[in-house]
């Protein structure tokens, strides 16, 4: 993988330990590429952390993963279904692999609350200290879908 893409993938989880939201934080490492500043990137992802919105939905960096396939090969026409289409295919293969590596696609999966019940109306976020960051796995999700975005655009690049 490219130093580039590598920095990409640090630059995510660097974005998370200081305080971000996971999908903001993978987002916002790769929205240059798609002339987005880091601003706007992280205004764009906000309301997909805690599994959209802190529901414990789909995860926040799975979310961040289906924002980056739309920057990169979403369509712009309304009748382009070919184009739909084939943005489709690779959202679907991404979060294939990202649920292959993580055993799921779904925030409450992912953070072992599992039959727990998700309480709602509760929009504060976690306090973030060491306590925080020992317990969840989240870190490495932003991780897992950095690189799996990261080896994408890599393989991409291969092809063309």
Not at 61 to 79: M, R, W
Not at 110 to 127: F, H, R, S
Not at 134 to 142: G, L, N, T
């Given at each position: 993988?490219?130093q580039d893409?590598?920095?990409?993938?640090?630059r995510?989880?660097?974005n998370?330990?200081?305080g971000?939201?996971?999908?903001?934080?993978?987002?916002?490492?790769?929205?240059d590429l798609y002339?987005f500043?880091?601003?706007?990137?992280?205004?764009?992802?906000?309301?997909?952390?805690?599994?959209?919105g802190?529901m414990?939905?789909?995860?926040?960096?799975?979310?961040?993963?289906?924002?980056?396939?739309?920057?990169?090969?979403g369509?712009?026409?309304g009748?382009?279904?070919?184009g739909?289409?084939?943005?489709y295919?690779?959202?679907?293969?991404?979060?294939?692999e990202f649920?292959?590596?993580?055993?799921?696609?779904?925030?409450?999966?992912?953070?072992?609350?599992?039959?727990?019940p998700?309480?709602?109306n509760?929009?504060?976020p976690?306090?973030?200290?060491?306590?925080?960051?020992?317990q969840?796995?989240?870190?490495?999700k932003?991780?897992?879908?950095a690189?799996i975005?990261?080896?994408?655009?890599q393989?991409?690049?291969?092809i063309?």
């Amino acid at each position: 993988m490219s130093q580039d893409l590598e920095e990409r993938i640090q630059r995510a989880v660097e974005n998370f330990m200081s305080g971000y939201g996971c999908s903001q934080s993978v987002v916002a490492a790769f929205a240059d590429l798609y002339g987005f500043d880091d601003i706007m990137a992280k205004r764009i992802a906000a309301g997909f952390g805690g599994g959209v919105g802190r529901m414990r939905m789909m995860c926040g960096t799975v979310s961040a993963l289906v924002i980056l396939v739309g920057l990169d090969c979403g369509q712009t026409e309304g009748s382009d279904r070919e184009g739909k289409s084939a943005c489709y295919k690779v959202v679907q293969e991404l979060l294939e692999e990202f649920k292959q590596r993580n055993g799921s696609i779904i925030c409450a999966d992912l953070l072992g609350l599992n039959g727990c019940p998700v309480v709602k109306n509760t929009y504060m976020p976690d306090e973030r200290n060491a306590e925080y960051y020992k317990q969840r796995p989240c870190a490495k999700k932003v991780e897992s879908a950095a690189r799996i975005f990261a080896e994408y655009l890599q393989k991409k690049a291969e092809i063309e």
